[in-house]
């Protein structure tokens, strides 16, 4: 019995009240003769009855009523979907020997639309995916019937009465058969006949299927006799398979006998183990496709991780191997418990639910629950909330619960058959035989019994023996590499109660945990296990509200849960090897390597997000408090407590004051250092940075970031070591200056070198690539030299994915806004941004940018746009505002424009700089979203002096160094207004729906 709490829906808020009241007012006859006149209703009638019928039928079995299985309103439900197709079977009669004509076409297209929409009212009132995706096939087997009846009085018709036919029968294959239609699935036919080649067999199967086109269903279809059905389906797993859930719709009953009895015969008990392995095979391969992990943030509802095809296949080898077709009956045979069918039956039919309101939503055969339908999808299913984005997140834990109970219970359940023997490793289970091999050498351990590599137990009281056992036995799986068997995990979810205040305050319990999280490299599989089975949330109850918990943000890919343990798996891995790239790899694993106590910096990252469980507007110092009651329960030492009390409480700092911050200003590395004190916190700090970032997604990790994160490091501890960044930035003058002055990049001149080394603040140097300096040397000597400005110079930076820009001109009020906005005028999007300006006033600005598609690489056709529209903005020639609003209609790096979903949000504040004013951005990214914000910066008198532009995912993070023309900061007494005023610009902006102000609602909708 699994250890985990089941989803629910619609929530529990909903509907239960009307469902009672509705229950004893419309039950009886009362309800049965009001659907009795039926045929009389309006359209508005008619929703009138949709809306009852589903209010009084949400859940199954009922709970509203307490009448359980038999619930009337499931009976009445049925009644009425069977009232439905009797209705449609009187109003889709054709004539005798009349043939397909377009009225034909268009009543099956009206029955088509008018039957749909009663259905998808059924479906958003809650009815059961199961019962909506059967009422489907079932009009769909009604439709068929008819275009089957005609296109027999057609061939009457032509060849005349007596003409030749043959047994001839139409099946349903696949998810139709199965009677799982979604709302935009294809319809899978098989015509089965005696002789593929005879007139009728051709004329009939053309003017079925050719109706069915006109019509407008995407029909997939096949002729075949039951002999080449047989043959064919031995050497074809996906065949088989589709066999297998076949269903007679229409025609020759004998035929169709023939045909099951010959596949039971010939196909479903034949090579059974092959069968099973390429069906194993094909999960595997699934699962690696599409991710691993259950808890990715756009989840494939079909064949991902815990989608339907895991217990579809299950189901699909259980009837191979054993003729068995349902869940119940393999809960009578015990192969699983009542609650493990329950579980699953549960999950199944949410997923699919969701799945059918996902095709409602994206009018397509999509599978793949993208973030921008999340929130529509939700709302439809009924998760309300003032908070919008509470509601999206509420509806996505929901079914990450039930996606993992259909997860975990196939891949048991798959292993207690003996369908293949488990192995954690890392987030994933591999396939490594099919049957059991010969015993081997078998190993007792403290009251386990160690065989092939996985732990079984040799009593079922070996935990009530001694209850630290269910922590000893994931340190012995651990030692060995080992894994636990489907039975013994089944016991440790039966003894959680076990686990008590007096076992959470032990210190035998405290010791064996500790060395669980000292064993670097193999921790991450450890602690899956112990999530997975219940333990890890019931031995630190701090952890267990991250079970299952959504970060609606577009730069999280996991949730909670997951997240933190990927984060853990980064550790490990970079214990066993540094990555390759950044030289800040190889630093970090000897520091690693260094540590005395690494699991005080594992335990730093276990509990570095658990104040989100809670909803904390400062998640960091809720985490803080958590971690120090748990270390106390954990008898830590203090000096241990601070130092993972400290970690967890910054662990983001690092990342936002590399990412934000101006990394040459002094007063920067001063702030940052006074929060961490000593080399050593530094050292764990950089190291727990890195597993954060790379476990939110390994997207988000580059060289660039590594730069970053390495620069802040080595300046920090220069400080502590009591060097600054002056003396750093004067060692690299002092190196690059003789370099540079003895063999000058071409065209230009010594004195023109020394002339920039003069005329640029320390801090240029400080932050400048070489290879860029010899860039802004040859811009600035053509500068000098009379060449027009602006000057636009291009490198491609493939390891970073983005092309570099360096713009050089002079200096004028508003240019970093006029030149920001000209890039995404011409089609591009900016990922970086930084300000240079010599003392005399000519400006070398460095943009990182790609295209609006997402490619690295510039193309010349914008580049030369972007080159005229800059140009015709410093004449004041072109509206960039206007231009800036049109481009939030193209797509943000391949992905189409989403609803807003998150405020804009500004800071600012005059403490993080000594002369200067700090604007902090994060937004949902736009294109044009950085010319709006510099835009807004430059009308009001404000020059800005340096910038950092971050994007994660589709979020922005943003900071502007801003000063007055007399270079002073923004009055204290303004700087709430101010960050009010640029936070309602935003909003409005991006648009209340998501899109941006100046473009009509219409043709947003009709470009997403």
């Not at 660039?704 to 080595?714: C, D, F, I, K, V």
């Amino acid at each position: 019995m699994l250890g985990v709490e089941h989803g629910t829906y619609p929530p529990p808020s909903a509907g239960r009240k009307r469902h009672r009241d509705l229950c004893g007012r419309l039950s009886g006859s009362g309800w049965e003769s009001l659907l009795g006149r039926a045929d009389t209703f309006s359209d508005t009638d008619w929703r009138n009855v949709d809306c009852l019928a589903t209010a009084l039928c949400l859940m199954s079995p009922c709970q509203g009523c307490q009448r359980g299985e038999e619930c009337c309103m499931s009976v009445v439900l049925q009644n009425y979907i069977q009232n439905v197709l009797i209705r449609a079977e009187e109003r889709l009669q054709c004539k005798e020997g009349a043939g397909c004509t377009a009225d034909h076409l268009v009543l099956f297209q009206k029955f088509l639309k008018a039957e749909s929409f009663r259905l998808q009212r059924l479906h958003r009132e809650g009815m059961e995916g199961r019962v909506f995706c059967s009422a489907l096939s079932g009009m769909m087997d009604l439709l068929i019937l008819r275009c089957f009846e005609i296109a027999n009085a057609v061939y009457a018709r032509n060849q005349g009465p007596g003409s030749a036919r043959l047994p001839l029968a139409v099946v349903a294959t696949g998810g139709y058969g199965r009677e799982e239609l979604c709302p935009q699935s294809d319809i899978d036919l098989m015509v089965l006949c005696t002789d593929a080649h005879h007139p009728y067999v051709k004329a009939i199967s053309e003017d079925l299927l050719y109706m069915l086109w006109d019509v407008g269903l995407k029909v997939g279809h096949a002729i075949r006799t039951p002999s080449e059905c047989i043959h064919a389906s031995l050497g074809d797993m996906q065949l088989r398979t589709s066999l297998m859930d076949a269903r007679l719709i229409v025609g020759d009953q004998k035929l169709w006998e023939q045909f099951v009895l010959a596949y039971d015969r010939g196909v479903r008990g034949r090579a059974v183990e092959d069968y099973i392995r390429d069906r194993m095979e094909d999960r595997e391969d699934r699962h690696r496709r599409l991710g691993m992990s259950i808890f990715i943030q756009e989840p494939h509802l079909k064949s991902g991780r815990g989608g339907l095809r895991d217990l579809q296949s299950l189901l699909w080898m259980v009837r191979v191997k054993f003729n068995v077709r349902s869940l119940e009956e393999l809960m009578r045979l015990r192969y699983i418990d009542a609650q493990e069918c329950r579980s699953l039956n549960h999950a199944y039919d949410f997923i699919l639910r969701v799945r059918n309101e996902l095709h409602f939503q994206s009018k397509c055969a999509n599978d793949v629950l993208y973030l921008k339908f999340q929130p529509p999808v939700g709302r439809a299913l009924g998760w309300t909330h003032p908070s919008r984005l509470r509601a999206t997140e509420d509806f996505m834990r929901n079914y990450f619960q039930h996606a993992r109970n259909m997860a975990q219970i196939t891949e048991e359940l798959s292993e207690r058959l003996a369908f293949r023997q488990l192995r954690i490793d890392s987030q994933r289970t591999t396939l490594r035989a099919l049957l059991r091999p010969a015993d081997r050498v078998k190993e007792l351990v403290d009251g386990f019994r160690i065989q092939d590599e996985t732990l079984f137990s040799c009593a079922d009281n070996v935990f009530s023996e001694d209850p630290i056992r269910l922590l000893r036995v994931f340190r012995i799986a651990q030692q060995r590499q080992g894994t636990l068997s489907p039975e013994l995990r089944r016991l440790i979810r039966g003894e959680l109660g076990l686990i008590d205040r007096a076992f959470q305050r032990s210190q035998r319990a405290s010791d064996v945990f500790l060395a669980i999280l000292g064993q670097l490299g193999h921790v991450e599989q450890t602690l899956r296990m112990m999530h997975q089975t219940g333990v890890l949330g019931r031995y630190l109850p701090e952890f267990r509200g991250l079970n299952c918990l959504v970060q609606f943000e577009f730069y999280h890919r996991y949730t909670a849960d997951e997240h933190t343990l990927q984060a853990i798996g980064v550790l490990d891995a970079l214990y066993r090897e540094a990555p390759p790239g950044h030289m800040i790899h190889g630093r970090m694993r000897s520091m690693l390597l260094d540590f005395s106590r690494p699991w005080l910096l594992y335990l730093a990252l276990l509990f570095h997000d658990t104040g989100r469980g809670g909803r904390a507007k400062d998640h960091a110092v809720a985490s803080r408090r958590l971690v120090e009651r748990a270390m106390r329960r954990l008898r830590m030492p203090p000096q241990d407590r601070w130092v993972v009390q400290t970690l967890v409480e910054h662990h983001i700092l690092m990342s936002r004051v590399s990412q934000l911050r101006d990394l040459s200003d002094p007063q920067t590395i001063v702030d940052f250092v006074q929060q961490v004190p000593t080399e050593t916190m530094l050292r764990m700090l950089l190291l727990l940075t890195y597993a954060d970032t790379v476990g939110t997604g390994a997207e988000l990790w580059n060289d660039w970031r590594a730069s970053l994160l390495w620069e802040l490091h080595q300046k920090a501890e220069a400080t502590l070591r009591g060097k600054t960044g002056e003396v750093l930035a004067g060692a690299q003058m002092k190196e690059l200056r003789p370099v540079l002055v003895r063999k000058p990049p071409r065209g230009v001149s010594v004195e023109q070198v020394e002339r920039h080394f003069e005329r640029f603040h320390w801090r240029y140097f400080e932050v400048i690539e070489p290879k860029l300096l010899r860039v802004h040397l040859q811009m600035a000597a053509a500068l000098e030299g009379g060449e027009q400005g602006p000057l636009i110079r291009t490198e491609l930076c493939e390891e970073f994915g983005y092309t570099e820009v360096s713009v050089g001109m002079g200096d004028r009020p508003g240019l970093f806004s006029l030149i920001s906005g000209s890039l995404a005028a011409a089609g591009m999007n900016i990922l970086g941004a930084r300000i240079f300006t010599r003392s005399d006033g000519l400006v070398l600005d460095v943009f990182n940018v790609v295209e609006v598609s997402g490619r690295p690489e510039i193309g010349s056709e914008t580049l030369h746009r972007f080159s005229v529209l800059l140009k015709q903005a410093l004449r004041g020639q072109v509206d960039l505002a206007a231009m800036a609003g049109r481009a939030t209609g193209r797509k943000v790096r391949g992905l189409e424009l989403a609803e807003m979903i998150h405020r804009p949000e500004v800071w600012i504040n005059n403490e993080a700089s000594l002369d200067r004013t700090v604007v902090e951005v994060r937004a949902e990214d736009r294109p044009g979203l950085l010319f709006v914000i510099t835009d807004w910066i430059a009308k009001r008198g404000y020059d800005i002096d340096f910038s950092k532009i971050s994007t994660q995912g589709r979020m922005v993070m943003d900071s502007f160094y801003i000063r007055g023309a007399d270079g002073t900061k923004v009055p204290a007494d303004e700087l709430e207004s101010m960050a009010s005023s640029l936070s309602r610009t935003l909003y409005d902006w991006l648009g209340r729906s998501g899109y941006g102000s100046t473009m009509d609602r219409k043709q947003v909708e009709a470009h997403v």
